[in-house]
């Protein structure tokens, strides 16, 4: 894993196998005007929200069932073309991007809330479902979805990328949330993994093979998660810190200590400054935690006071509180928005988001070095982080007409990686591999294991049409 | 899946391999005496805790390093000799048993703490390390490790099998406090999987995939779990029911409503009777359920007083409380001797445990049906639940000479079973299937999920030599 010095590396491998015209026939024949060829449909489906770029897929289906994600896989299969499923575009990693030709299979409208079961605290849903849909749906059970990766992801999408997001360090990711699944597979039929038991030990764990495939092993058609009892009470608080070591020490030792806290972001002082200003805030343009704190009364009482304590040990300061749901929301709504906060900070510029995630007690280590290297590039950059997992994100705004700043950037991120992966931490906590960081997976987890995860790949999906070109060459 | 009429199906199939002559020469060659051929202890690596019998693997090899361990299988595999991993032997399901002959890998030298990450709250293990060993190791760090399945078993194995157990309904399972892995595939190579970040989407779960596979993919030298801090409260409290199903609809309401209860688990007026006989206790003669309460102590006590008013809204009266750890660790041993209370009840019989897991709201159902026909069935049995996680064990106490018996218990184990399946549950919470659940396994998962399963099987071991015969025929 050499540090980039062109783009060369950087530009998705394109290998785009042909469409055979019969396919697209059959496909109009089976689905009619849900099957479109409209170059502006087929380009809206063939990019995501990653700086890669590739030609659009050859056609597009907007699946309303399982029945017709099986059809279309089972054409495909039969002329040995890739399938790309499609759920809202969210993906940070070009997941969605048809390197190799195909289709893509939309299922975003397969968008209906299956079964709310309450008394078991779970839901099932089909891949369209965003989380937000998800969490409206149950919001009169008194129960909620915690995961929640910032963007409205679809519950497929998530699924597929092992998504996490701000309450991770509470409620788990959804490697820890999915009990099951419908899946179609490579050769179009229709399988089910997993139960509604909290927990089995029947066979190989088909559903965690599948969370996380990022589509190249089947088609999500259905997806069963747990829901939480909404807290009885839910605190949120600011606190300021004169460094970000400051921030991310106190993080650290919170998280040692075993305080429950649900929620755990670092913003530094650059991204508050974008985030005031894009959110209309006047948050103190310092690094900063922002906090949630979910439990009864007291309990929360008592984890608040806690890291009030901890904090002041580092010299956070002004400690805000955010009790009413309008003032959280608020908060949330402006963490969530600090991307689009950074975008607009310079307009017209491209991101290349970092996520990398290292064991607590190196958090410090591998995030000063990495602002340290982004300050000294003179990069524009913001950085958030779900800290209570050691995980960040570092998203650095690129000028698309200067393809030196991507290789800089990209050089960072490289730096940043390989510091991570020395530190017994992974290239990728929660955005996935994709295109991005193949080679990156290679020194992570070691030649071995990558050619494991390719002949389980070459033995469920022989004719490599699942999202062909993600993870791993093959 | 019919119901069993005799003893037919009860048999494991036994179709031994050969092992040639020349696999053992070589053997003893690599291993010397760390090499066993004695009929004595092959037969003791030939067996486990289930009722199951074959005849003994033809050699056993201790191992005493990952090196080891790989040199074994090589050696195996270039003869394609089957290997079945063994760690303390305290399997239910048959796991360690040689249908298909081979050889044992015994891992219970391996047993060293490799590294106590307190600061991560993580530690890495060889397989061979027991989890009261673990605990032992972890004590001065003021962290522990919360999985106990009752039995003093190794790290190896509860990975091996998805262990979980008592404190599953606060902790999780194997499944999800299992962070990487060091594994010897059916080649003999080495691979590494999952790092010590507490999240990653960096490709496969193959970490997920290991655990619970019980062999037959690879045999694991190694493991990361995690830890957690030790509560700063701990209660226990006892109650008992007028009945059965009290008992569970107290259980039923406390996880609906979200209490973070540690550990609830029933206890049938049988069993009390039992372990007050085996342990020397006075506890009331009456269905009961055995609660910890971890936290702090006033959220130790928020948790106990709701509960408590919980469990006398369904008659639970004589809530007795053990806060020292002395009165703690007496229930809990009295808890965990249950099976070996049960056994000295009926000298000399052999015991069948079920294992099923159902949705937390089919619990009543599933269980009270299933008491009825054990208690008319006549034969004698234990019953203890984990029951927060919807899980609970039958254990029918069989006289060997009698296989009528035998034949009674399978059919009450195979309409729990059925019954289960149909409440959307699974039929092995925390065993395994091993060779006891094979046809289970394909009702509860599907023709179709299970032909994945071999596939999967057949593309990393294409000699079919580790832990052959075992969760599905191949």
């Known amino acids: 894993m050499n540090a980039p010095t062109d783009l060369t590396h950087l530009v998705p491998e394109i290998n785009q196998r042909e469409v055979p015209s019969a396919l697209i026939d059959a496909l109009k024949a089976r689905f009619g005007e849900r099957c ?4 502006v449909v087929r380009e809206q489906h063939g990019r995501d929200e990653s700086s890669f770029q590739a030609p659009p897929p050859a056609a597009v289906v907007f699946a309303e069932s399982t029945d017709d994600v099986s059809a279309a896989v089972r054409l495909a299969s039969q002329y040995s073309v890739p399938v790309i499923p499609f759920g809202v575009g969210s993906s940070l ?10 289709i893509s299979i939309d299922v975003s409208r397969m968008n209906q809330v299956l079964a709310i079961d309450a008394d078991d605290l779970t839901v099932t849903v089909q891949p369209g479902v965003t989380r937000k849909q998800l969490n409206e749906a149950v919001k009169s059970t ?4 915690p995961i929640d990766p910032g963007a409205d992801a679809s519950i497929g999408g998530m699924s597929a990328t092992r998504a996490s997001g701000t309450n991770a360090v509470r409620y788990g990711t959804m490697r820890e949330n999915v009990l099951g699944l419908e899946v179609v597979t490579a050769s179009g039929d229709v399988i089910r993994t997993g139960t509604r038991a909290r927990k089995s030990s029947a066979g190989y764990d088909l559903t965690r093979l599948m969370v996380g495939s990022e589509g190249t092993l089947g088609v999500i058609t259905e997806v069963t998660v747990k829901l939480y009892p909404l807290p009885e009470a839910i605190s949120a608080a ?3 810190f004169p460094s970000i070591e400051a921030a991310v020490r106190t993080t650290i030792q919170v998280i040692q200590l075993g305080v429950p806290i649900a929620r755990v972001e670092l913003i530094d002082h650059n991204t508050v400054r974008m985030v005031n200003a894009h959110s209309k805030l006047k948050l103190r343009e310092e690094p900063m935690l922002l906090m949630e704190f979910h439990g009864s009364p007291t309990g929360v009482k008592e984890q608040a006071e806690l890291v009030q304590e901890i904090a002041s040990e580092h010299g956070g300061n002004a400690f805000e509180w955010a009790s009413t749901p309008e ?6 709504t402006a963490r969530h928005n600090a991307y689009f906060a950074a975008v607009q900070s310079k307009p017209g510029c491209r991101v290349i988001s970092t996520d990398t995630c290292v064991p607590i007690s190196n958090l410090a280590d591998c995030l000063l070095d990495s602002v340290k290297e982004a300050d000294e590039s003179g990069i524009p950059y913001f950085l958030v982080g779900h800290v209570g997992d050691g995980n960040f994100h570092f998203g650095y705004l690129l000028d698309p007409e200067l393809p030196q700043e991507r290789i800089t950037a990209e050089k960072l991120n490289h730096q940043l990686v390989s510091r991570a992966l020395a530190l017994e931490g992974t290239c990728t906590g929660e955005h996935g591999v994709g295109l991005h960081k193949m080679d990156f997976l290679v020194t992570e987890a070691g030649a071995g294991a990558v050619e494991m995860m390719r002949t389980i790949k070459r033995a469920l999906d022989p004719k490599n049409i699942m999202n062909p070109g ?5």
């Not at 479109?36 to 170059?39: K, R, V, Y």
């Not at 008194?142 to 979805?145: I, W």
């Not at 993600?470 to 093959?474: A, E, P, Q, T, V």
């Open 36 to 39: 479109s060829t409209a170059l």
């Open 93 to 102: 990693e070009g997941h969605l991007l048809a390197v190799q030709g195909g």
């Open 142 to 145: 008194g129960l909620f979805f």
């Open 238 to 240: 600011v606190c300021s």
């Open 327 to 332: 003032e959280r929301t608020r908060l949330w």
């Open 470 to 474: 993600k993870i791993f060459s093959l």
